[in-house]
């Protein structure tokens, strides 16, 4: 790996199947050891429930959200929380503000769409 300052385009964000917008900042072929996304939720609306088959962690940004991980209670989040998920546990979040609720998902080792498992 060689150092650099990667610029995302936010041109380049997608919408997916789980309910949500994503950006991806960082998920090279040479680096296996870590991935970064970053997410947006829109106003009411909750991700697929789903699990992944690597460890996966939110850093929230934006916005308000309620989380549901495993069997923990469901719990509110906020800009500056962390929500730590390890692999195979289930997942979702639902935005519960009246703006875009934003976290980073870093996952590792790094994220592919083979690891994703939908749970619905």
């Not at 829109?42 to 088959?53: C, E, F, N, V, W």
């Not at 289930?90 to 609720?101: F, K, Y």
Request: proline share 7%; with cysteine; glycine share 8%.
């Amino acid at each position: 790996m060689e150092s650099q300052v990667v610029h995302p385009n936010p041109e380049d964000e997608f919408v997916t199947d789980e309910r949500c917008a994503i950006l991806e900042c960082w998920n090279a072929l040479g680096d296996s050891d870590v991935s970064i996304a970053r997410a947006r939720v829109a106003p009411g609306t909750t991700t697929q429930l789903h699990s992944l088959d690597v460890d996966e962690r939110y850093l929230v940004i934006e916005g308000k959200g309620i989380a549901r991980i495993g069997r923990l209670t469901a719990e509110g989040v906020g800009p500056g929380d962390v929500v730590v998920i390890p692999a195979g546990v289930p997942q979702q979040i639902t935005n519960a503000g009246d703006n875009d609720l934003v976290f980073y998902c870093v996952c590792s080792p790094r994220f592919s769409p083979d690891a994703y498992r939908s749970l619905e």
